[in-house]
C-alpha cells in the first residue's frame, strides 16, 4: 500500500510542475506523518502565515519519507525561485538525532533555493559530537545562498548567535502561536464540576519523576475536580489530509478543561490559542519555559518553573475563565523579517 501512495504523490508533484510553471512555487520538506499533533500544528501554521503573506503562492507538501525517497528527483525538478520551508520545532541538535540530520540534508540540497527554517529549538550536547555536529549546521546556515534559520528560544539563539551571520538568525515564537481561529468560548462545555486536563511527557524530554506525576493527579483529586488526560499526541499516524480534522478535535479537547497542566510546549500553546487557562511545568531543553516568554502577557498561562503545581494558581486559573487569543496582540511583530527576506529572495 505504501508503495502505491508514494508513487501517486510523485504523479501528483509531476502535474504540480507542469500545472505551476512559471508561477511562484514553495515546497515543504519533510513533514511529519506521524502522532505528535505539536508539529502538524506547525506545519498547518506555516501554510497560513505564508499564505497571508502571498496568496499567490502554490505549495506541494513532502512527507518526510517521501522526500526521503524523491529528494534526488525534487532537487533537479526545482527552480531556484522555488521557495523551500523547512518545519520548525524541537528538531535541532542532539536530543533528535534523525530530526537534527533531516534539516542538514535539505539545506545541504537546496543550498541555491530561498529557504526558510521556522521556529527551532535547538538542544546541543555539551560533548565532542555534540559541538561537531552544532558546528556542522552553522557552516551549511552561512554556506547557503539565501536561507533563514529562526529560533524560538533564548537558550537555542545562544548556540547560534556567535557562529551564525546574524542576518541569517532570527529569535521569534513558535509559528503554531499565529493560529488566529482556534478560540471560541462558546463552543466550551457547561458544567458543574471543574475539569482539569492533565497532558504530560512520557519520554527522553520529561524531566517530571513518576511520583511526581501521581502526586499531580492526587492532588487534583483533592481538590475534588474531575482529572482528565488531553494529549498532543495521536492514536494514530496522522497523514496530511487527516491534518485538520485531528487538529480541531485536540483544540476541542482543550477548550473544554477548565485548566490544563502540562509539560509540553505545544500542550501550553494550544492552551494558549484554545484561550484556555494553563499551568505549564518545564522539560529536559527547557522549551516550555522558552516558549512562555511570548506568553507571559497572557493573564490565563503561568510557568511553574520549579515544578510546583500551587494551589493557589489552580484557584485563580480556574476563578478567571476562558480568554480568547489574538495572536497580533502576542507575536506578529516578530516574523516582520521573515516578510522581509521573502519579499527579496521570492518575489520578482
Known amino acids: 500500500m505504501w508503495f502505491w501512495k508514494l508513487r501517486r504523490q510523485l504523479i501528483e508533484y509531476v502535474r504540480f510542475l507542469i500545472a505551476t510553471k512559471g508561477k511562484r512555487r514553495c515546497l515543504f520538506l519533510g513533514t511529519p506523518a506521524h502522532k505528535n499533533l505539536g508539529d502538524h500544528a506547525i506545519v498547518r501554521a506555516q501554510y497560513s502565515f505564508l499564505r497571508q503573506i502571498d496568496s499567490s503562492l502554490h505549495f506541494f507538501e513532502f512527507s518526510r519519507l517521501e522526500y526521503e525517497t524523491y529528494r534526488r528527483i525534487i532537487r533537479m525538478t526545482v527552480s531556484n525561485r522555488d521557495l523551500v520551508?523547512?518545519?520548525?520545532?524541537?528538531?535541532?541538535?542532539?536530543?533528535?538525532?534523525?530530526?537534527?540530520?533531516?534539516?542538514?540534508?535539505?539545506?545541504?540540497?537546496?543550498?541555491?533555493?530561498?529557504?526558510?527554517?521556522?521556529?527551532?529549538?535547538?538542544?546541543?550536547?555539551?560533548?565532542?559530537?555534540?559541538?561537531?555536529?552544532?558546528?556542522?549546521?552553522?557552516?551549511?546556515?552561512?554556506?547557503?545562498?539565501?536561507?533563514?534559520?529562526?529560533?524560538?528560544?533564548?537558550?537555542?539563539?545562544?548556540?547560534?548567535?556567535?557562529?551564525?551571520?546574524?542576518?541569517?538568525?532570527?529569535?521569534?515564537?513558535?509559528?503554531?502561536?499565529?493560529?488566529?481561529?482556534?478560540?471560541?468560548?462558546?463552543?466550551?462545555?457547561?458544567?458543574?464540576?471543574?475539569?482539569?486536563?492533565?497532558?504530560?511527557?512520557?519520554?527522553?524530554?520529561?524531566?517530571?519523576?513518576?511520583?511526581?506525576?501521581?502526586?499531580?493527579?492526587?492532588?487534583?483529586?483533592?481538590?475534588?475536580?474531575?482529572?482528565?488526560?488531553?494529549?498532543?499526541?495521536?492514536?494514530?499516524?496522522?497523514?496530511?489530509d487527516k491534518r485538520e480534522e485531528a487538529l480541531l478535535s485536540a483544540w476541542k479537547s482543550f477548550r473544554n478543561c477548565n485548566l490544563v497542566i502540562t509539560d509540553r510546549l505545544h500542550g501550553m500553546i494550544f492552551s494558549a490559542v484554545t484561550g484556555t487557562p494553563c499551568i505549564a511545568l518545564d522539560n529536559i531543553s527547557h522549551k516550555v519555559s522558552g516558549g512562555y516568554r511570548w506568553l507571559e502577557n497572557l493573564e490565563y498561562i503561568r510557568l511553574a518553573s520549579d515544578g510546583v503545581v500551587r494551589g493557589k494558581d489552580i484557584d485563580e486559573l480556574l476563578a478567571l475563565g476562558h480568554g480568547v487569543y489574538n495572536p497580533t496582540d502576542v507575536i506578529k511583530e516578530y516574523f516582520e523579517p521573515i516578510l522581509q527576506f521573502y519579499n527579496k529572495h521570492c518575489k520578482d
Open 85 to 240: 520551508v523547512i518545519d520548525g520545532g524541537g528538531n535541532t541538535g542532539t536530543l533528535w538525532p534523525g530530526e537534527d540530520a533531516l534539516i542538514r540534508d535539505i539545506l545541504s540540497r537546496f543550498r541555491c533555493n530561498p529557504t526558510i527554517v521556522f521556529p527551532q529549538t535547538a538542544y546541543y550536547e555539551d560533548t565532542p559530537e555534540g559541538m561537531k555536529l552544532l558546528d556542522s549546521m552553522c557552516k551549511l546556515i552561512n554556506t547557503h545562498s539565501d536561507c533563514i534559520f529562526c529560533v524560538r528560544d533564548n537558550l537555542s539563539y545562544e548556540y547560534f548567535k556567535e557562529k551564525v551571520n546574524p542576518s541569517r538568525l532570527l529569535l521569534c515564537p513558535d509559528i503554531v502561536m499565529c493560529t488566529a481561529d482556534a478560540s471560541d468560548k462558546d463552543c466550551v462545555e457547561r458544567r458543574q464540576q471543574p475539569v482539569i486536563g492533565v497532558c504530560l511527557r512520557d519520554d527522553k524530554e520529561c524531566i517530571l519523576e513518576q511520583s511526581k506525576k501521581e502526586q499531580l493527579f492526587k492532588q487534583i483529586e483533592d481538590y475534588g475536580m474531575e482529572c482528565r488526560v488531553v494529549t498532543t499526541i495521536s492514536d494514530v499516524n496522522i497523514h496530511s
